[in-house]
Nanobody, 118 residues
Framework: QVQLVESGGGSVQAGGALTLSCAAS????????MGWFRQAPGKEREWVAA??????TYAERVKGRFTASRDNAKSTLYLQMNSLKAEDTAMYYC?????????????WGQGTQVTVSS
């Protein structure tokens, strides 16, 4: 049974910081590409970042402000969010895909809410 559980969401003022975590179980964590996605009310889901064994990539809207990382020993994915803006308000999801970050992600967490007030 595969489970991805996000945590760390909450409310923060614009310009503040927040760190999200995603604890994975049921998969060989180090063998998966891990990704962060977000979805605001009434809007489509958008990709935020992806973390492989050797690279980390970001969407242009968060580049320079967000840092994604992984701890394979703890089977945990992280998203450090700095200089938060109101536009960052969304439900944040972590996802996993075997080996490659390209294509449809296989597993998804239930999400954690991030609310940024101006």
């Amino acid at each position: 049974q595969v489970q991805l559980v996000e945590s760390g969401g909450g409310s923060v003022q614009a310009g503040g910081a927040l760190t999200l975590s995603c604890a994975a179980s049921g998969i060989t964590f180090s063998g998966y590409c891990m990704g962060w996605f977000r979805q605001a009310p009434g809007k489509e889901r958008e990709w935020v970042a992806a973390v492989t064994r050797v690279t980390t990539t970001y969407a242009e809207r968060v580049k320079g402000r967000f840092t994604a990382s992984r701890d394979n020993a703890k089977s945990t994915l992280y998203l450090q969010m700095n200089s938060l803006k109101a536009e960052d308000t969304a439900m944040y999801y972590c996802a996993a895909r075997w080996s490659s970050c390209q294509g449809t992600y296989n597993y998804w967490g239930q999400g954690t809410q991030v609310t940024v007030s101006s």
